[in-house]
């Protein structure tokens, strides 16, 4: 559960200075298996059960569609890449369906799932119905077809990015465990580093603050959109305090429509929102899972996966693709010690340079 509570402070919607609420994390554990009986052979795809439901849409959102789930199998051959495979050494039964662009990984019953050895959150846990894999329809819609089958990310000639170095002034967010420097301090640094070498590979970079001055989050997005961002990019440090076990990397980004969010903290998951950042689903997801594989390689630090959340106010409402990084935690000692290092931060900002190139 200390694992499930980290994360920085104040970037969040609700009081900057209030207690961070409890967690609620929608964990494979909270959805049920459909009824795996008296499923036709020939049927292709099936509605969800009632016990798939997510929780209850807020009252002004639309009725949910019909949630569907889909054999894998007959997906892939209608889009033409081999079916999935079941991975003969795993403890757990996991499957890998792969295509020109990469393999993901799927193990049954949990919402966790790699691409290309990148951890990466499901909407909902896959399911074997008649010995067949079966995949939510979003979760195809969502995460699988836009890594197995979408186009390659490009960027124009010119491309511009914001950086948003988070916190500042008076909202210095978490503080390392070791010699109480703030995340705020880390942040600008990072943005700092990262700029000329964002400009060197053609990006005309902006950042949201260039010293320690508070800034909202509401002003950064409304920021991205005056700068016509193509690209926005939210760097932050987390904390898992008073635990000083939790490490490792996240990269955040919005949460699709339907979808449960990964992480919810306590606030309102309104899964069936529409908003601007859902223009960018593929988009977010594959920059997301570049980023958190760059920086998990470059750092060594754990990789602990790209998630979806809509909490995050920075990136809600963006107008162009968005995602949040969380480069390590500085309540861990092992790991503020490394963020306390220029050298760690110079790390940091090349990985995410190189994996914009
Ligand atoms: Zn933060």
């Given at each position: 559960m200390l694992l499930l509570l980290a994360g920085c402070t104040?970037?969040?919607?609700?009081?900057?200075?209030?207690p961070v609420p409890k967690e609620w994390s929608q964990t494979s554990a909270a959805v049920q298996p459909p009824?795996?009986?008296?499923?036709?052979?020939?049927?292709?795809i099936i509605p969800a059960p009632a016990?798939?439901?997510?929780?209850p849409p807020l009252k002004t959102f639309p009725p949910a569609p019909i949630l569907t789930w889909t054999s894998l199998d007959r997906w892939a051959a209608a889009n033409k890449i081999a079916g999935p495979r079941r991975m003969?050494?795993?403890?757990?039964?996991s499957y890998a369906v792969s295509s020109p662009r990469g393999t993901m990984i799927l193990e049954i019953g949990s919402r966790e799932a790699t691409w290309n050895g990148v951890e990466l959150h499901l909407g909902f846990a896959p399911e074997i119905i008649d010995d067949q894999l079966f995949i939510h329809g979003l979760d195809l819609q969502k995460n699988l077809e836009p890594l197995l089958l979408g186009k390659p990310l490009a960027f124009g000639a010119n491309r511009i990015i914001v950086i948003d170095p988070g916190h500042g002034g008076g909202n210095s967010g978490t503080v390392s465990v070791?010699?109480?420097?703030m995340e705020k301090e880390f942040t600008l640094d990072w943005a700092r580093r990262l700029k000329p070498l964002l400009e060197a590979n053609g990006w005309t970079v902006f950042l949201t603050?260039?010293?320690d001055s508070y800034v909202t989050n509401s002003s950064r997005v409304v920021f991205a959109t005056a700068h016509h961002a193509d690209l926005f990019i939210s760097l932050h440090f987390n904390s898992g305090a008073p635990d000083k076990k939790a490490g490792g990397l996240e990269t955040y980004c919005f949460s699709p429509t339907g979808i449960p969010s990964t992480?919810?903290?306590?606030?309102?998951?309104?899964?069936m929102e529409k908003l601007?950042?859902?223009?960018f689903d593929a988009e977010n997801l594959q920059i997301a899972l570049k980023l958190q594989g760059a920086l998990a390689r470059a750092t060594?630090?754990?990789?602990r996966g790209v998630r979806h959340v809509r909490y995050i106010e920075v990136l809600r409402g963006q107008k162009c693709p968005a995602v949040l990084i969380?480069?390590?935690?500085?309540?861990n000692p092992h790991e503020a010690e490394k963020i306390e290092s220029a050298a760690f931060r110079q790390q940091l900002a090349a990985a995410v340079a190189g994996a914009l190139k």
């Amino acid at each position: 559960m200390l694992l499930l509570l980290a994360g920085c402070t104040s970037i969040y919607q609700g009081s900057e200075s209030g207690p961070v609420p409890k967690e609620w994390s929608q964990t494979s554990a909270a959805v049920q298996p459909p009824a795996t009986n008296k499923i036709p052979p020939a049927v292709k795809i099936i509605p969800a059960p009632a016990s798939h439901a997510n929780p209850p849409p807020l009252k002004t959102f639309p009725p949910a569609p019909i949630l569907t789930w889909t054999s894998l199998d007959r997906w892939a051959a209608a889009n033409k890449i081999a079916g999935p495979r079941r991975m003969p050494d795993s403890p757990v039964a996991s499957y890998a369906v792969s295509s020109p662009r990469g393999t993901m990984i799927l193990e049954i019953g949990s919402r966790e799932a790699t691409w290309n050895g990148v951890e990466l959150h499901l909407g909902f846990a896959p399911e074997i119905i008649d010995d067949q894999l079966f995949i939510h329809g979003l979760d195809l819609q969502k995460n699988l077809e836009p890594l197995l089958l979408g186009k390659p990310l490009a960027f124009g000639a010119n491309r511009i990015i914001v950086i948003d170095p988070g916190h500042g002034g008076g909202n210095s967010g978490t503080v390392s465990v070791r010699d109480g420097r703030m995340e705020k301090e880390f942040t600008l640094d990072w943005a700092r580093r990262l700029k000329p070498l964002l400009e060197a590979n053609g990006w005309t970079v902006f950042l949201t603050r260039t010293n320690d001055s508070y800034v909202t989050n509401s002003s950064r997005v409304v920021f991205a959109t005056a700068h016509h961002a193509d690209l926005f990019i939210s760097l932050h440090f987390n904390s898992g305090a008073p635990d000083k076990k939790a490490g490792g990397l996240e990269t955040y980004c919005f949460s699709p429509t339907g979808i449960p969010s990964t992480v919810t903290r306590g606030y309102a998951d309104p899964w069936m929102e529409k908003l601007s950042s859902n223009d960018f689903d593929a988009e977010n997801l594959q920059i997301a899972l570049k980023l958190q594989g760059a920086l998990a390689r470059a750092t060594g630090l754990e990789d602990r996966g790209v998630r979806h959340v809509r909490y995050i106010e920075v990136l809600r409402g963006q107008k162009c693709p968005a995602v949040l990084i969380e480069g390590g935690y500085l309540s861990n000692p092992h790991e503020a010690e490394k963020i306390e290092s220029a050298a760690f931060r110079q790390q940091l900002a090349a990985a995410v340079a190189g994996a914009l190139k």
